[in-house]
Nanobody, 127 residues
Framework: QVQLVESGGGLVQAGDSLRLSCAAS????????MGWFRQAPGKERDFVAA????????HYIDSVKGRFTISRDNAKNTVYLQMNSLKPEDTAVYYC????????????????????WGQGTQVTVSS
């Protein structure tokens, strides 16, 4: 069982930065691939970024490439999402997800591939 707790969301202006954190409980973090997803009101939950177990494989949705950076610290059981140059269209609830017993060299972009989800953290970007 893995519990995920996100933090770091907030209200910012366009062009600002935020760093989201997702702290995981349990001893399986290092064997889990991790992902960030977001859901805007009235829309489906969309993939944002994913990172493999060791951090060597990373994927981003095109709209955040060059602005967002996903990273993980296996010693701290934490995954991060650094978000720079934020835009109003980045406004959403951001969710952290974990895929347990993941393949060593895969990062996953489909929500159904993940086993555990956090409660979400709101990010609001004003224009």
């Amino acid at each position: 069982q893995v519990q995920l707790v996100e933090s770091g969301g907030g209200l910012v202006q366009a062009g600002d930065s935020l760093r989201l954190s997702c702290a995981a409980s349990g001893r399986s973090f290092s064997s889990s691939a991790m992902g960030w997803f977001r859901q805007a009101p009235g829309k489906e939950r969309d993939f944002v970024a994913a990172i493999s177990r060791s951090g060597g494989i990373i994927h981003y949705i095109d709209s955040v490439k060059g602005r967002f950076t996903i990273s993980r610290d296996n010693a701290k059981n934490t995954v991060y999402l650094q978000m720079n140059s934020l835009k109003p269209e980045d406004t959403a609830v951001y969710y952290c997800a974990a895929k347990s017993r993941a393949s060593l060299f895969n990062a996953y972009s489909v929500p159904s591939e993940y086993d555990y989800w956090g409660q979400g953290t709101q990010v609001t970007v004003s224009s």
